[in-house]
């Protein structure tokens, strides 16, 4: 796998936990405060040094805070110490792992709404070089998800 995809990967498994989530629990019903994003069908949209890679997933309610909070995809276990969220902007820091070991550090902030987001930042292949600008944009496709739609 190049360097490329591999940026792409991490700023994909990294950005996608940019924000809280938010439910009633007497209801069980998604809600849409100011500081969270809503569960549905989503678009994401990851650009490191030239490469473009989207996806679409499916978010249930009940994933919300798996999904937003500490992503973890086939390929990366990240997780991020640094996490500020409020007020429509969010930046985390942090790392994420693939199966072999490899490591990312990971840094990314920007805006979101309970729709959309896009954070820039950057990732670092080997401590002490410099970060990779890298950015990701997501956006909710729809509340309900297709019938063939890959869920989270």
């Known amino acids: 796998m190049t360097n490329n995809r591999l940026i792409a990967i991490a ?14 629990n007497a209801a069980m019903v998604p ?3 100011a500081d969270s994003v809503l569960p549905g069908y989503w678009e ?23 999904f937003f909070g500490g992503l973890s995809t086939r390929r990366w276990q990240c997780t991020y110490p640094v ?8 930046r985390f820091e942090g790392t994420c792992q693939d199966r072999k070991g490899r490591r990312v550090n990971v840094r990314l902030r920007g ?4 729709e959309s987001f896009r954070f ?7 401590r002490g070089t410099p970060y990779i600008p890298a950015s990701i944009t997501a956006r909710r496709i729809a509340a309900q998800c297709p019938a063939n739609a890959e869920y989270f």
């Open 31 to 33: 809600q849409a405060p």
């Open 111 to 114: 805006p979101y709404a309970p």
């Open 83 to 90: 996490r500020v969220v409020g007020n429509g902007n969010a």
């Open 44 to 66: 994401y949209t990851t650009s490191a040094l030239g490469v473009r890679d989207t996806e679409t997933k499916c978010v249930r309610p009940s994933e919300i805070n798996r």
């Open 120 to 126: 820039t930042g950057g990732a670092q292949l080997a």
């Open 11 to 24: 700023v994909l498994a990294g950005a996608a936990l940019m924000a809280p989530a938010a439910m009633t």
